[in-house]
């Protein structure tokens, strides 16, 4: 089965960029979508087919997705990005999320 | 507004069934495939199943290995889940989620939390 692979945890600076990385094999043949989740509340999609935003997230956040690497990128930090983050691809009939990355705004 | 609300969830014994239902508003849901997608406490987004607009093409994680169902009913605007011989790792918020066009997530339920245990 296909398996995407996110850092634990990722650290920024308020006011700095942050990159969250998903690796999987091959994954740039893929449409790779990205979900933010903050404390008790339902997923939120940020970012999908690899680099568009849906209506009302912010341009700070894009993506790209090459090779084996698909990267989530939130420019200009705020203490309001602090969340989990998820990359999530379909593969042979099935969707397929990675472990997810906590990231701190210091 | 578009809106998913689940229900249905709770404590259910190790062995047991129950049924989710999540009430879809605010779009014509006939014309949306629809997911569900599961977080056990403290863990990370675990995909569950997935039905095409007309149950056509149905969908498992494989984990499941035939325990629960999907199914939709267009005129109700609804979409469920059997669940049947539940076990405590099945224990989790249970969210419903439409798909869009490349199949991303767009709009998510609240969720409703099924906890498994004696």
């Known amino acids: 089965s296909y398996e995407l692979t996110q850092p634990l945890s990722v650290s920024v600076a308020l006011g700095q960029t942050a990159r969250i990385s998903c690796g999987g094999s091959n994954i740039g043949s893929k449409n790779v979508h990205w979900y933010q989740q903050k404390p008790g509340q339902a997923p939120v999609l940020v970012v999908y087919?690899?680099?568009n935003r849906p209506s009302g997230i912010p341009e700070r956040f894009s993506g790209s997705n090459s090779g084996n690497t698909a990267t989530l990128t939130i420019s200009r930090a705020q203490a309001g990005d602090e969340a989990d983050y998820y990359c999530q691809v379909w593969d042979s009939s099935t969707a397929v999320f990675g472990g997810g990355t906590k990231l701190t705004v210091l | 507004e578009v809106q998913l609300v689940e229900s249905g969830g709770g404590l259910v014994q190790p062995g047991g069934s129950l049924r989710l239902s999540c009430a879809a508003s605010g779009f014509t849901f006939s014309r949306y495939s629809m997911n569900w997608v599961r977080q056990a406490p403290g863990r990370g987004l675990e995909w569950v199943s997935f039905?095409?607009?007309?149950?056509?093409?149905?969908y498992y994680a494989d984990s499941l290995k035939g325990r629960f169902t999907i199914s939709r009913d267009n005129a109700k605007n609804s979409l469920y889940l059997q669940m049947n011989s539940l076990r405590a790792e099945d224990t989790a918020v249970y969210y419903c989620a439409r798909s869009e066009g490349e199949l991303e997530l767009l709009t998510w339920g609240q969720g409703t939390l099924v906890t498994v245990s004696s």
């Open positions: 039905t095409s607009t007309t149950s056509r093409f149905i």
């Open positions: 087919r690899n680099a």
